[in-house]
């Protein structure tokens, strides 16, 4: 079975912390995803990476970067957190080449900035 | 254009009922369209997906409607469960597969 891990399922920081979110997919998939979950607004993608020390920017990338130095780490960095970033972060990681493109999710964490 | 909308936001349904979730799209390039489920505390996980070369896709209790030329795809959840109560969310992408546009989700309720 796939797991996806994350290191925190509560997270409360105040603002402007600096704020690091792991992941880590022990299925050796390439693809790996940050996304926030907010009610009425689904998921919605900060950034992914195709490949170790690769990364791309999603369609909410302010604020945030990420950090990939391994395979199975992708790491989500929030420089200066704000109260607009209280939210749910998901992981996810999925295979390149997969017909079907299935991503396999974290539980996420949940983190409140104060 | 990028966007999939989802609706409806929340759905209340008895025991046994058919529940109907359904998502529109815009960009006529997606390929691929899944449906996750989402049970509260847990990551959501693939329930079913469809690429438009077909209209309709069945898994157990669960079916995809796909109309291509509306450009719209719908979730009927036959016979439905109090054990199906959670957050379904439709998503499309470009390319079988890579990123995924999601859509704003339902939360589901079966009562018993």
């Known amino acids: 079975d796939v797991k996806v891990t994350q290191s925190s399922r509560y997270l409360v920081k105040r603002t402007g912390e600096k704020v690091f979110l792991e992941c880590v997919q022990d299925?050796?998939?390439?693809?790996m995803f940050w996304y926030r979950q907010d009610p009425g607004l689904g998921l919605r993608l900060i950034y992914f990476?195709?490949?170790?020390?690769?990364?791309e920017k999603g369609d909410i990338p302010e604020g945030y970067s990420v950090s990939r130095e391994k395979k199975e780490r992708f790491s989500l960095i929030l420089e200066s957190a704000s109260t607009n970033q209280t939210s749910m972060y998901l992981c996810?990681?999925?295979?390149?080449?997969?017909?079907?493109?299935?991503?396999?999710f974290g539980p996420g964490t949940r983190l409140t900035v104060t | 254009q990028q966007q999939v909308k989802q609706s409806p936001q929340s759905l209340i349904v008895q025991k046994g009922g058919i529940p109907i979730i359904n998502c529109a799209y815009e960009?006529?390039?997606?390929?691929?369209f899944p449906w996750y489920q989402q049970f509260p505390g847990k990551g959501p996980a693939l329930l079913i997906a469809?690429?438009?070369?077909?209209s309709e896709k069945k898994e157990g209790r669960f079916t995809i409607s796909f109309n291509k030329s509306a450009k719209q795809f719908s979730l009927h959840i036959m016979d439905s469960q109090p054990g199906d109560s959670a957050t379904y969310f439709c998503a499309a992408s470009l390319n079988q597969g890579g990123k995924l546009i999601f859509g704003q989700g339902t939360e589901l309720s079966v009562k018993p």
């Open positions: 469809i690429r438009p070369d077909v």
């Open positions: 990476s195709y490949d170790v020390k690769m990364k």
């Open positions: 960009n006529t390039a997606f390929d691929y």
């Open positions: 299925m050796d998939h390439e693809n």
């Open positions: 996810a990681s999925s295979l390149i080449g997969l017909a079907l493109g299935e991503q396999y």
